[in-house]
């Protein structure tokens, strides 16, 4: 029954609490209580857990004691991203984020979770103005799941079971989208073919796509900047020649790009998708993912959408507003095996996140932010090619991630990065295993974090490194 | 009935505007550090890819961002109010995890980093794997589902890949589930490609085994099954029911969502099956965050565990590495999941320990009676499946119906109008809806003796109001943020805006 010390996250935790219940309820112990289930049900092997710490200064000097051994992002140089990206967060975030109000809210009515639903959304508002597109869901889980919902959505808009999806893509993000088009060749399972890349340029190779294309396919995919950080500059071609096979065109983008980037549905994309983590959220052991869906304003798209969305409106007072859920009917909830697709919780908290984010940047943040990025990482590549034996592999038209080839240094990255760690930075991501065809290369990224100096701090370490 | 006098209370109200409409030309919230590059950025970007109008962002300063997200955590209840928000089971999130998951040696960490240099972070997810293997006999587990929706997604991705890897997929077509399991079960099953099949609820409050003999072919995949479900009914032919889906071929998932009532005593693989999901912001104090982020950890048996989605720990001499199996899924998300999640739950369960958990089990199942007894002494108020007897485990579905009948006031009323009193809105029930008017607490552990009487005397005072002034009710909440809101227009294309700018076009502003 009770303990001696009452844990200090149960109220109840008492022996009076427990008596007065037991009493309350006619019982005269706990055990009664399980009636229901069968002797024979309950699990024989024990539980081995030990007691709890109750202790809360002792309780974080034993997780701490744990987790302080990590290396990260913070007292290391880091050249990582593929996916996941460092970028400075306001610490009005962060404020914001913690706020016990938004951490413990779970779904509450129009009127009682009032204004986390404006701030739900104020994220689909401003994304809506990054993206300009009209019509925004709230956040999946990831750029993956979002590329994975996306297809399908093609697929149910089209009737067609057939997409194309580039090559130069996140490995992981490939996977999750396997995983959501039916990998394993189930019934209603997706076809996915590769859209090859140019090898010169790291862009769509356009011959590969004619190939592929024709009216079997509900959607060609593609990722600008994309997994090699390239801008694809064929995007309007590419969309032009999906439209005109009836599919529809999807386009993954990073949203911190577009206040110096057309957004894609300036050359007509119909979905666009992305990560929401650039948007203020921390790299958390790559636990900061999460993904956006978004189109044009129209019912044909507006009817598709799997995801969960809040929709202004008014309330019995006139003049008032109010922000509830649309067209919730066709979401999983209230559909079960009928719906769009599936949702359930996904990241609403990196959302509120996100619009902090954004309404802290505004449109000049934006603006300053891709002009430093593209600034710093080209900067960054130049350097690095300076040394011996280290190459950029497209020399152009990319934004914070660029590959760096080390084919000629005869070294593998992984030892290279090897001498960098014990430098105290991290390398760039190696390639070769997913991307062998570019031999020993590296995705090296640059943000607005990187100074001059470590600029200065990589180049010399990795000259170091390379010399045999 | 005693009853409390009821606290006064009333939201904070801002008459916030949309933070599209605020700001004004030329202010800053943040300055990004200047590019040190030589070279005109824009010279970078190529000519026919440059934006050319910039965004219709807001222009606000840093303290005009922070009062405005002020005003609306104001206006949101989360911790403010008493939340018994049932089949969500709401537990107190404790600070110290959020601490700790804030600090560099977490939120700074890449998943890219050479594993060497992140074990303390996999060291925490391997002990919270043993610690869940502990509390369910599932041989391995992942965190990478974003949710306890992807995490039964995870288990139709798994279940494809077993009976493909048998070469009985293209037979395998259908998953079984019933009218009481989450409607993520049956949509998963369907977007994974099977056909589903919702086994009805007879008179014991679950379907028969007869129900499931004539639904179990040689066409079974799997079962994705809850017990308890969310009327607090635990079906006991349960074992019987794995016997019969695993005689015909078919896995078995058992949906955890009502896992705190029967924590240390209910082991999954002990009941026989072959896999689990815990969720991690409800059963092991992670937050909810009004949705997430979320972890809907997955567990399988050993026979299973090659498909499970990679990365996988494994364990070495001087610590931990990141294995794929050549028989894995691939992903179900990106990287290891929600990490930090994994570390709070951690965090908690340390906490808690087994000793804590056997009494947060203990209670909240005690405080669901006690709840119960003094509900059902409110006249008009009714539970689910009456006829059934045995106690109920950590909640029970009541349903107003006789109160709507009576009064003409709904369960959508009431539940607005205890708002009035600090009272977070309580959850009806999920699709389908298996009786009238239903309304589902969960009082869970956390919450206090007082609390819960406050909530239930809140609750009774209402049901006095819908008798004497049921306008009252039914026009309410009167002492939120804002008055009742106007569904009717939500799903017509003429008025849905789901961005300020859709608004300002369909109202004609643009």
Request: hydrophobic content about 40%; aromatic content about 8%.
């Amino acid at each position: 029954m009770s303990p001696l010390t009452p844990h200090p996250y149960m109220g109840n935790s008492t022996e009076t609490a427990h008596a007065r219940m037991l009493s309350a309820v006619g019982a005269s112990s706990v055990e009664e209580l399980f009636e229901q289930i069968p002797a024979d049900h309950y699990g024989t092997q024990g539980i081995t857990l030990p007691d709890g710490i109750v202790s809360e200064a002792e309780l974080e000097r034993h997780v701490d004691g744990i987790l302080r051994s990590n290396a990260n992002t913070r007292d290391h140089l880091s050249f990582l991203g593929a996916g996941s990206w460092q970028h400075y967060i306001p610490a009005v975030c962060d404020e914001i984020a913690g706020r016990s109000e938004f951490l413990t809210s779970v779904w509450g009515t129009p009127s009682s979770d009032h204004g986390r639903n404006q701030a739900w959304f104020e994220f689909s508002s401003q994304l809506g103005e990054l993206l300009d597109l009209e019509f925004v869901g709230l956040p999946v889980y990831s750029w993956g799941s979002a590329g994975g919902n996306a297809l399908r959505m093609a697929a149910r808009l089209t009737g067609r079971n057939r997409v194309i999806v580039t090559a130069a893509i996140d490995p992981e993000r490939r996977a999750v989208i396997e995983s959501y088009c039916g990998k394993q060749g189930s019934a209603r399972a997706l076809e996915i073919l590769d859209l090859g890349y140019d090898p010169a340029t790291g862009q769509v190779d356009l011959d590969d796509l004619a190939a592929k294309l024709d009216d079997s396919i509900a959607a060609v995919y593609i990722d600008t900047p994309n997994h090699l950080g390239v801008f694809e500059t064929q995007a309007a071609e590419i969309t032009t020649r999906v439209h005109a096979v009836g599919a529809e065109m999807i386009v993954g983008t990073d949203p911190l790009s577009l206040g110096i980037v057309a957004p894609p549905a300036s050359y007509g994309a119909d979905i666009v998708i992305g990560s929401t983590q650039p948007l203020g959220v921390p790299l958390n052991a790559g636990g900061g993912v999460g993904g956006f869906i978004a189109t044009r304003d129209e019912e044909r798209y507006a009817r598709e959408f799997p995801t969960l969305q809040v929709s202004l409106t008014d309330t019995l007072v006139a003049g008032e507003r109010a922000f509830g859920l649309t067209l919730f009917g066709q979401s999983s909830y209230g559909s079960r095996e009928e719906a769009n697709d599936w949702t359930g919780n996904s990241v609403y908290l990196w959302a509120i996140r996100n619009t902090v984010y954004m309404a802290l940047m505004g449109p000049a943040g934006f603006s300053e932010i891709g002009s430093t990025i593209i600034s710093n990482a080209h900067e960054t590549a130049q350097r690095l090619s300076a040394i011996d034996g280290v190459t950029v592999r497209f020399p152009s038209e990319y934004f914070k991630e660029f590959v760096i080839d080390f084919n000629d240094t005869g070294l593998t990255v992984a030892d290279i990065n090897k001498r960098l760690l014990a430098d105290g930075i991290f390398g760039g991501k190696d390639l070769s295993v997913d991307f062998p065809e570019l031999g020993q290369s590296a995705l090296y990224c640059v943000t607005e974090v990187h100074s001059e100096s470590d600029i200065d701090r990589l180049t010399s370490s990795l000259r170091k490194a390379v010399q045999r | 009935m005693t009853r409390n006098k009821l606290r006064e209370f009333h939201s904070a109200r801002w008459s916030e505007p949309v933070i599209m409409e605020m700001g004004a030309p030329g202010r800053r919230g943040t300055v990004p550090p200047t590019a040190w590059g030589s070279g005109d950025p824009s010279a970078f970007v190529p000519s026919g890819l440059r934006r050319t109008q910039a965004p219709g962002l807001p222009e606000m300063s840093e303290p005009d961002v922070l009062r405005h997200y002020l005003h609306l955590s104001q206006q949101t209840m989360g911790m403010v109010g008493i939340s018994l928000f049932g089949t969500c089971t709401m537990k107190y999130n404790p600070r110290i995890s959020e601490r700790i998951i804030a600090r560099p040696y977490v939120a700074d960490v890449h998943p890219a980093q050479d594993p060497a240099t992140m074990q303390g972070v996999l060291q925490i997810v391997h002990q919270f794997s043993e610690a869940l293997t502990a509390l369910s006999g599932m041989a391995a587990f992942t965190f990478q589902p974003g949710g306890g929706a992807a995490a039964a997604f995870t288990h139709t991705a798994v279940t494809r890949a077993y009976h493909a890897s048998r070469g009985e997929l293209g037979q395998r077509t259908e998953i079984i589930t019933t009218a009481q399991a989450h409607p993520s079960s049956p949509s998963t099953a369907a977007a994974a490609g099977f056909d589903v099949i919702t086994l009805p609820t007879e008179e014991d409050g679950y379907p028969s085994v007869e129900a499931l003999r004539a639904a179990v072919s040689d066409r079974t995949a799997a079962l994705m099954v809850n017990n308890p479900d969310d009327m607090g009914i635990y079906n006991p032919h349960i074992k019987e029911w794995v016997d019969i889906v695993h005689e015909a071929g078919g896995l078995c998932f058992y949906d955890h969502a009502n896992f705190n009532g029967v924590m240390t005593r209910l082991r999954a693989a002990e009941l026989g099956f072959d896999a689990c999901m815990f969720m991690l912001h409800k059963t092991f104090g992670v937050t909810k965050g009004g949705g997430g982020p979320a972890v809907g950890a997955y567990g399988c048996s050993e026979e299973l565990s090659k498909f499970l989605p990679g990365p996988r720990l494994e364990k070495v001499n001087d610590g931990f590495v990141l294995v794929e199996s050549p028989s894995s899924l691939g992903r179900i998300r990106e990287y290891l999941g929600n990490v930090p999640q994994v570390i709070a739950a951690y965090t908690w369960l340390t906490a808690m320990g087994g000793n804590g958990l056997r009494e947060a089990a203990d209670l909240s199942v005690l405080t669901n009676n006690y709840m119960e007894k003094r509900i059902l002494k409110i006249p008009g108020i009714t539970k689910a499946f009456p006829q059934v007897t045995k106690r109920r485990l950590e909640m029970t579905r009541f349903s107003l119906a006789e109160i709507t009948a009576e009064t003409g006031v709904t369960a959508v009323d009431i539940q607005n109008r205890m708002t009035d009193f600090g009272i977070d809105a309580f959850w009806l029930s999920h699709e389908p809806w298996t009786i009238p008017e239903p309304f589902t607490p969960e009082a869970g552990e956390a919450w206090s003796i007082e609390d819960i009487d406050y909530w239930i005397d809140v609750l009774a005072h209402v049901v006095d109001e819908a008798r004497s002034d049921a306008e009252l009710v039914k026009t309410s909440p009167h002492n939120q943020a804002v008055a009742r809101a106007n569904m009717s227009g939500l799903d017509d294309p003429e008025r849905w805006a789901t961005t300020w700018r859709a608004y300002q076009r369909k109202n004609g502003q643009q």
